[in-house]
């Protein structure tokens, strides 16, 4: 079939049209934000071919038509700037690795409307940051069924998933690892307190997003994801907590308030964040100084009162 070109608004769509319909091969262009039509030469878009988006930059939301049917393999995998995907509640026939390596993405939004683009019905629930966590930190592509999203089952199956993750030995894969990566020896990569790090910073990305959207969350996975991310704050023997909140949430106050209502802030690691967060995230900074005066020195007032009756 002979591939064809489609302008609209900026951005070049390579295409192909089989059986009465399009599906997109390829896109070029320097778009923040992409709503991919819903019809192409008068015929409905109906697939995403394989690589299509494929290693994207500068490309942060994309809306997809109610018309889609299928995305191919690694669609949009390595699409390193996307943040949010926009798409409509049905079926789909999906390819595989569809976002992988797609670091920034925190959620998918799911419309519930038949008719118009997805740009037209904005539903993004809490939700959606647990559906796009399927196709990243928690790595569960199995997990990524956009029917199915809320119920309580599949609620079930990602935290099972999550329990996986956080009860998993942080030492294990390391071996294999530098098995892989021998010529590599000596590298940030296979340096073991580098690779530990990483794995608890995973179990602590995935604490806080399921603490964030806590619905049909049962209250011993609740008391253990916030052990987990108490116990590695500021002040700890390790502290990713505080580095991914930091590092990674720094301007995301959803993330930094409840960093501080977790008891995550305490009076004796307090005067240590700030010295760490220096000029930087001055939002944060204010926050938390606040909190600290509201609450923590409320509750050290009281608790030396009640010492000194």
Known sequence: MKEKRFEQGGALYHYIISEKSVAITGYEGNKIELVIPK?????PVTAIEKKAFFNVSGLYRIYLPNTLESIGDWAFAHCRDLEEIYLSRKEYVLGKSLFMECAALKRICLTEKENGNAREDEVCRGFGSLLSSTCGVLDAPYL???????DAEWLALWDARMLTILHGDDMEGYTRLLLCWEEDYGSRENNLEYFLEEKRKRKVRVAFLRLLYDKGLEEANRKELTGYLVSHTNGCESEETWLVLKEEHGEDMEYISL???LECLTTDN??????????EHPQMKAFLMKH???HLEKSDFFGKLSLDL
């Open 39 to 43: 019809a192409i030469d008068d015929l």
């Open 292 to 294: 600290k005066e509201e």
């Open 144 to 150: 990524f069924q956009t029917t199915k999203v809320d």
């Open 270 to 279: 307090f005067e240590d964040i700030l010295l760490d967060l220096g000029a």
């Open 259 to 261: 960093f501080a209502d």
